[in-house]
């Protein structure tokens, strides 16, 4: 699947280094942020919806974001975080398109990058542990603020940095939608790039240069779901990201997102989500 770099707007929250006794611990965590962490001692275990996850020294882990996961800790252990936020307002988004190895072996050249991005970004160290303390709307919008106000030197230079780090994950990672058809792929880039516009059938299936139903069979075998399906996944998922990382009212999600009956999109929002958006925003804000 073709991604262009110019596509990708990375922004650091927080990094650090944390050192625990026993009181790293927390269950059921699900963030809109991807986090990246560098094992420095001892061990710990990620309980992950694929299964349980050891982390071991000198070892980079990736968890992606809104992946709900829990921590267990009973000895010593030092890490290095780092979470990185893609920007809502991106055209398309790197970090939610792919599947990521969660494990990679480090070299020292990871610890010596990221030792470098915690001198430059002293600020963004978590006062605390707890998921709780920094994962919420207020300070999620503070620390993407804090993010924007730095130097431009400091910005460029840990811009380069987090994209080495990912760019290490990325040599074994492959796309979560596999896609062989090369007028598919154009149809899925188009409504990446335009998730925040109108997009019908009719226009997608003259962009595949196919008749309305081959399109739709074509797509439905490559993508194991209707263009429709498809396109109000998306739709929800970039709503899912603006309902606790933006203020903005319900109503005003849906126009963003080119729904104009925001009734339709509520009950849309509820099939594909679980709960509506209200109960979203208000279960994330506790």
């Known amino acids: 699947m073709a991604q262009s770099i110019d596509q990708l707007h990375l922004l650091i929250?927080?990094?650090?280094?944390?050192?625990h006794n026993a009181d790293w611990n927390w269950k059921n965590v699900s963030s809109p942020f991807t986090r990246l962490y560098y094992v420095t001692e001892g061990t710990a275990q990620i309980a992950l919806p694929t299964g349980m996850q050891e982390l071991k020294p000198r070892h980079l882990y990736l968890i992606p974001a809104f992946t709900t996961h829990s921590y267990f800790c009973d000895s010593h252990f030092s890490?290095?975080?780092?979470?990185?936020?893609?920007?809502?307002?991106?055209?398309?988004?790197?970090?939610?398109?792919?599947?990521?190895?969660?494990?990679?072996?480090?070299?020292?050249?990871?610890?010596s990058l990221i030792r470098r991005l915690c001198q430059i970004n002293p600020s963004m160290q978590l006062p605390q542990s707890d998921p709780t303390s920094y994962d919420n709307n207020p300070t999620l919008i503070q620390n993407i603020i804090k993010n924007k106000q730095r130097t431009f030197c400091d910005k460029v230079e840990s811009r380069g940095?987090?994209?080495?780090?990912?760019?290490?994950?990325?040599?074994?990672?492959?796309?979560?939608?596999?896609?062989?058809?090369n007028r598919i792929q154009k149809v899925l880039a188009y409504i990446r790039k335009n998730i925040y516009q109108t997009i019908d059938i009719d226009s997608l299936a003259e962009i595949a240069c196919l008749s309305k139903d081959?399109?739709?069979?074509?797509?439905?075998?490559?993508?194991?779901?209707?263009?429709?399906?498809?396109?109000?996944?998306?739709?929800?998922?970039?709503?899912?990201l603006i309902l606790i990382t933006d203020e903005l009212s319900v109503k005003n999600i849906a126009y963003l997102l080119a729904y104009d009956d925001h009734a339709y999109f509520n009950r849309l929002f509820k099939k594909i989500a679980g709960v509506t958006p209200q109960e979203y925003r208000a279960i994330y804000k506790k």
Not at 92 to 108: D, M
């Open 13 to 19: 929250l927080n990094v650090g280094l944390a050192v």
């Open 79 to 111: 890490h290095y975080y780092l979470h990185i936020y893609e920007d809502h307002q991106s055209e398309s988004s790197l970090l939610e398109e792919w599947n990521f190895p969660v494990e990679i072996e480090a070299c020292e050249l990871d610890l």
């Open 161 to 181: 940095i987090v994209y080495q780090l990912i760019a290490r994950f990325l040599k074994d990672a492959r796309p979560i939608v596999e896609v062989y058809d």
């Open 214 to 240: 081959h399109f739709i069979r074509l797509f439905k075998k490559e993508v194991d779901t209707t263009p429709l399906q498809y396109i109000n996944q998306k739709k929800i998922e970039k709503a899912q």
